[in-house]
């Protein structure tokens, strides 16, 4: 049995994003948790943001496994008539909605799993306890959620954390894309109708890995002295030839490599010392029909994992990288 090396210390957490493949970073959570550290302020971007969500919330990490043992990620998929049209039909329904899927049931299932904690908006968190990457693709900008809704005109504290993870979720031509009206003052003004939105998907393909989140506001009162903990998902399968066979499958594997690619460099040469590496043990991240022994496996990966980093971590370490490794700030 390990010593509780965290004894209560707290923590930021970033949780980088990889569909399904996130029961890897429960197992890290509950090892983390396990070795006495407290989550305090979290950060992630698409699956890893239902992670950071859930945290924020109140959940532990053997409650998160139960969660995720429980449910059929399968649902989220939810094909209509149109999807019986083999080849027409789901390409009918990617060039009228720009998705395979509705990303309606999985928004569902997050807003329940958050209520029965009381969470519903970000105004039901502390300030600056939860941020969500999404990019705003209209305009080809990054989003970091709730903060940047009010560039649409929305209150932050009234956004709907839910909403935001399905923002971060929406891998683009899989799920349908969140679409915002553009909400500024004067900018509606002689615009033609179909011009005042903007879509909003998958935060995964600006930033799957927001480490520099905490690197931005480290000198602040509220986050000085609070070590940062990466929690990527490693050992990838982006080295197998992808196969494809058609539009669809191309635009899935041009996302899986920019999701996969993107932040890499900053991760090996800056973050090595603060980040999690949890090996995916080949699991794909639009592999929603998991079994339950592969969701294990990759459950104890993370448990794992997380027990390697901690083995050797110590806060005098941390503190000496930080200064051999200042911030370089990507955004």
């Not at 982006?238 to 066979?245: A, G, N, Q, V």
Request: glycine share 10%; with cysteine; aromatic share 12%.
């Amino acid at each position: 049995m390990h010593g509780k090396k965290g004894m209560g210390m707290k923590i930021n957490a970033v949780f980088e994003g990889g569909g399904v493949k996130a029961v890897g970073l429960a197992g890290a959570v509950a090892e983390t948790e396990k070795r006495g550290f407290k989550f305090y302020h979290m950060a992630g971007t698409s699956s890893g943001s239902i992670i950071a969500a859930m945290l924020a919330a109140g959940y532990t990490g053997e409650q998160l496994r139960s969660i995720i043992e429980a449910t059929p990620f399968s649902s989220f998929l939810k094909k209509t008539w149109i999807h019986r049209m083999q080849w027409v039909g789901p390409a009918i329904r990617v060039f009228v909605k720009k998705g395979l899927y509705s990303g309606e049931a999985l928004e569902q299932w997050v807003q329940q799993i958050l209520a029965a904690r009381g969470v519903r908006t970000f105004g039901d968190l502390a300030p600056n306890q939860l941020r969500i990457i999404a990019s705003d693709i209209s305009q080809g900008k990054l989003m970091v959620l709730p903060d940047d809704i009010a560039q649409y005109g929305m209150d932050p504290k009234k956004f709907s954390v839910a909403r935001a993870i399905r923002m971060s979720t929406s891998i683009p031509y899989f799920f349908d894309p969140v679409m915002l009206c553009k909400q500024k003052p004067g900018i509606l003004k002689g615009e033609a109708f179909r011009k005042q939105f903007v879509y909003v998907v998958d935060g995964g393909i600006l930033s799957n890995f927001p480490l520099w989140i905490f690197d931005k506001e480290k000198e602040k009162a509220d986050e000085k002295g609070i070590p940062v903990i990466g929690y990527q998902l490693v050992g990838r399968t982006d080295k197998e030839p992808k196969h494809i066979s058609g539009p669809i499958s191309m635009f899935q594997a041009l996302f899986s490599t920019m999701m996969d690619a993107h932040d890499e460099r900053y991760i090996e040469e800056f973050n090595q010392y603060r980040t999690v590496k949890i090996p995916t043990v080949g699991v794909q991240a639009t592999q929603f029909n998991l079994s339950p022994e592969k969701s294990e496996e990759l459950y104890q990966s993370g448990v794992r994992s997380a027990a390697k980093y901690f083995d050797q971590w110590s806060i005098s370490t941390y503190q000496k990288n930080c200064d051999k490794y200042p911030p370089k700030l990507l955004i």
